[in-house]
């Protein structure tokens, strides 16, 4: 039991320990990948965008550039000017230039240390390959994006330049940053927490299932399983094992009766047979026997034996049904079977014993007999227990009748046996099947065994055996069996007739 505790809290630990560790890393690992997969394309966006915006209104307005003369590209002349300003206030540009063919400056829209610090490789890139050269730098700790585009302005070739400064796209990246960082650790902390609240519960939940356990290996299946509402998997478990306690008491309460309505039984019949022999063997020691008394003791006594050694019998046919000792499945030709069964009866009748013996109607039946799939001798038990019964409950001058029904379509095969007796009352119809269970009616001598063996072992090869309701007076009482499919008997079917 300590062991077992133990080993349960080390199980439990470990169970908590997983389940927050699996939520907090599935946090911090959800997390991680959406802010690398995020914050990085999200700068470059940014910038892209503030990069394709610049473009597009130098392109714009290179027409009016190029529209210039030589007059108006004077340095920093009005015009030029005025287009220059046009470009920082459409684009956000935070310097515009304009260069001639000798990479002098004609225009300057920031002041002159700005422009002296632009490297304008750019520039030169632009003219040497004639196209436009946009690019984004980081030029002395700031971001810059920028745009060199060759012109082509009254015969010369001058290259119009643009920067604009996009730092705060870093800014907006770091709030954004930020913001992520503070989600994580909310985020985190909720896995935490949730992580705790769920394992805790859990575990509490399996805990209480293993006490149980530990209990029902301890006590026996004493205790009820404390209820588990939850609709979940341990939910369900901890219902099984309820269910599993419930059925373990109930078998263990008809063990209990079994047991002692045995031991009861047995006792009986051991007490008078020890009686009797102490009995005889008192008048033997003083020498007074009476032949024809002892005769009578000895007869007794045997009769009391028989009893015993059927009582055992008995007793051994349940213990092999509770502990379900595998019955046959075999092609059964049941017309064959209870004549050889019946014949026991003819020859058990002999000639002291007055009652005629059963007899099997062989009308009704089909040219190849009728098959069941059944163990012949789980069968042949069955109809001998039907037949005790009807002769002992019925009386001697009326037939007892067994008769077999050929399933109708693919239904089951019947056995009936059927006796001109007093019957069973309605309201013991069901009882009579029980263990030890023996009718008002009955006729000393049997133990309320019978019909609950018959009944056992026809349920067990797929069949029943119940007791008709109505007809002619008497008892009926029917054995359904499963029948073979069609092919499966057909090679047996001359060996079963011949020998029949
Ligand atoms: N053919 C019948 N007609 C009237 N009553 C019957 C018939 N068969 C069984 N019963 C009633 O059903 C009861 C139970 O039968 P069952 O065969 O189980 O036990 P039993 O015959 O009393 O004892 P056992 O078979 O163990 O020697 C009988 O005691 C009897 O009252
Ligand atoms: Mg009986």
């Given amino acids: 039991m300590r062991r077992l505790g133990a080993l349960g809290g080390l199980g439990a630990l470990g169970l908590r320990g997983r389940i927050v560790g699996a939520l907090v890393l599935t946090a911090a690992v959800t997390l991680a990948v959406a802010a690398l997969g995020l914050l990085p394309p999200l700068e470059r966006r940014l910038r892209d965008a503030e990069l ?34 046009e470009l920082v206030r459409t684009s956000g540009a935070s310097e515009v230039y304009l260069l001639d063919s000798a990479h002098a400056l004609r225009l300057r829209t920031a002041d002159r240390a700005t422009a002296a610090a632009d490297p304008f490789d750019d520039v030169a890139e632009a003219r040497r390959g004639r196209r436009l050269v946009a690019s984004s730098v980081t030029h002395e700790g700031d971001e810059v994006v920028r745009v060199a585009i060759p012109l082509r302005i009254d015969g010369g070739l001058y290259v119009l330049a643009a920067r604009k400064q996009v730092s705060e796209i870093r800014d907006a990246v770091g709030v954004v940053r930020r913001a992520f960082g503070t989600a994580a650790l909310s985020g985190l902390a909720i ?3 949730l992580g705790l609240g769920l394992a805790a519960t859990l575990v509490r939940r399996l805990r209480r299932l293993r006490d149980a356990t530990v209990n029902l290996a301890e006590h026996g299946p004493v205790d009820e399983v404390p209820a588990d509402r939850n609709r979940d998997e341990v939910g369900d478990l901890a219902r099984s094992f309820a269910a599993m306690q419930r059925r ?21 019949p051991v007490a008078s047979l020890r009686g009797m022999l102490e009995l005889l063997d008192d008048e ?30 008995d007793l051994l046919d349940l213990s092999r049904i509770d502990a379900e000792v595998a019955l ?51 069968v042949a038990q069955i109809l001998r227990i039907l037949l005790d019964n009807a ?38 119809r069901e009882a009579v099947f029980r263990r030890f269970s023996r009718g008002t009616g009955a006729s000393g001598g049997g133990f309320g065994l019978g019909l609950a063996i018959g009944r056992e072992l026809a349920e067990r090869m797929g069949g029943s055996l119940v007791l008709e309701e109505a007809g002619p007076p008497g008892a009926t009482f029917t054995l359904r069996l499963p029948v073979p499919p069609p092919h499966d008997h057909d090679g047996d079917d001359d060996g079963g007739a011949a020998s029949a």
């Fill in 191 to 193: 896995a935490l927490l």
């Fill in 248 to 268: 373990l008491h109930q078998q263990e309460e008809a063990r209990r009766a079994f047991v002692a309505t045995a031991s009861h039984e047995l006792r009986t």
């Fill in 52 to 85: 394709r915006a610049l473009v597009d209104k130098a392109v714009e307005l290179r027409g009016g550039f190029e529209s210039l003369d030589g007059h108006q590209l004077a340095i920093n002349s009005n015009a030029l000017g005025g287009l220059g300003l």
């Fill in 391 to 428: 002769m002992r409950a019925s009386p001697d001058d009326t037939p007892v009748h067994v008769s077999l029904r050929p399933p109708p379509g693919d239904g089951p095969a019947a056995l009936i046996v059927r006796d001109e007796g007093p019957g069973v009352p309605p309201q013991e």
């Fill in 284 to 313: 033997l020691a003083h020498g007074e026997v009476d032949g024809e008394e002892a005769r009578r003791q000895v007869a007794r006594a045997l009769a009391q034996a028989r009893r015993l050694g059927r009582l055992a019998a």
């Fill in 328 to 378: 046959r499945r075999e092609p059964v030709e049941l017309g064959e079977l209870s004549r050889a069964v019946l014949a026991e009866f003819e020859l058990g009748a002999g000639p002291g014993e007055r009652r005629p013996a059963p007899v099997l109607d062989e009308d009704g039946r089909g040219e190849d007999g009728v098959w069941a799939l059944a163990d012949p001798g789980a």
